[in-house]
């Protein structure tokens, strides 16, 4: 960690299970068609053709984990992941906080042409393809701020979107534009942790 303060200091780490990973793909293919797990590691990929998760939903495509069973709407919660995004994977969300006040969520990480982003927006981190990276995100729901770590140094800070029924996810879901026509990303060490 280069020295950096550890962004869990602090928190208490909360138990997680294979039940609290809740699996979102393309409602019309079998799930091993979109994710694998081995050795630890969480694999999703999908196609910008293929269908949303629901057939009655109009959304863009996904493979995404939803931490279920750890739905917050006060207090400091942290999502701790090391991910990995190979080459050519552009246009697409693979880290969020799924609700708040006013919108579907508080915070959206997406990866164009290796760079991390605050929504199609502001730079949060520059050239990851192909590595490992570890990624904090803490949310202080009661100061109403979101900050991202990389490799344990804070990168972004932001303000959130309003209190609502908030959950960490990750994955693969497609940005509603400029996405490749394959998208993937892994997951290992998903951890959550309250304060």
Same mark, same amino acid.
């Given at each position: 960690?280069?020295?950096?303060?550890?962004?869990?200091? @602090?928190? !208490?780490?909360?138990? +997680?299970?294979?039940? /609290?990973?809740? &699996?979102?793909?393309?409602?019309?293919?079998?799930?091993?068609?979109?994710?694998?797990?081995?050795?630890?590691?969480?694999?999703?990929?999908?196609?910008?053709?293929?269908?949303?998760?629901?057939?009655?939903?109009?959304?863009?495509?996904?493979?995404?984990?939803?931490?279920?069973?750890?739905?917050?709407?006060?207090?400091?919660?942290?999502?701790?992941?090391?991910?990995?995004?190979?080459?050519?994977?552009?246009?697409?969300?693979?880290?969020?906080?799924?609700?708040?006040?006013? @919108?579907? !969520?508080?915070?959206? +990480?997406?990866?164009? /042409?290796?760079? &991390?982003?605050?929504?199609?927006?502001?730079?949060?981190?520059?050239?990851?393809?192909?590595?490992?990276?570890?990624?904090?995100?803490?949310?202080?729901?009661?100061?109403?701020?979101?900050?991202?770590?990389?490799?344990?140094?804070?990168?972004?800070?932001?303000?959130?979107?309003?209190?609502?029924?908030?959950?960490?996810?990750?994955?693969?879901?497609?940005?509603?534009?400029?996405?490749?026509?394959?998208?993937?990303?892994?997951?290992?060490?998903?951890?959550?942790?309250?304060?």
């Amino acid at each position: 960690m280069d020295g950096h303060a550890d962004p869990t200091h @602090g928190f !208490t780490e909360m138990p +997680l299970t294979k039940a /609290n990973f809740e &699996l979102q793909r393309p409602y019309n293919v079998p799930l091993e068609e979109r994710y694998s797990y081995e050795n630890g590691i969480h694999k999703m990929w999908v196609y910008a053709d293929d269908k949303p998760h629901d057939p009655n939903s109009d959304t863009q495509p996904r493979t995404e984990i939803r931490i279920r069973g750890l739905d917050y709407s006060s207090g400091v919660w942290q999502f701790e992941g090391y991910g990995f995004v190979p080459n050519g994977t552009s246009g697409v969300t693979i880290s969020q906080i799924h609700g708040a006040a006013s @919108g579907a !969520t508080t915070l959206i +990480l997406r990866i164009y /042409n290796g760079n &991390l982003r605050y929504y199609d927006g502001d730079l949060v981190a520059r050239d990851l393809y192909d590595k490992w990276f570890r990624l904090n995100v803490i949310h202080d729901v009661d100061e109403g701020k979101v900050r991202v770590f990389v490799n344990g140094v804070q990168k972004y800070s932001t303000n959130d979107q309003g209190p609502g029924d908030l959950y960490f996810n990750c994955g693969v879901y497609a940005a509603p534009a400029h996405i490749s026509y394959y998208m993937e990303s892994r997951w290992r060490d998903i951890k959550i942790f309250k304060k």
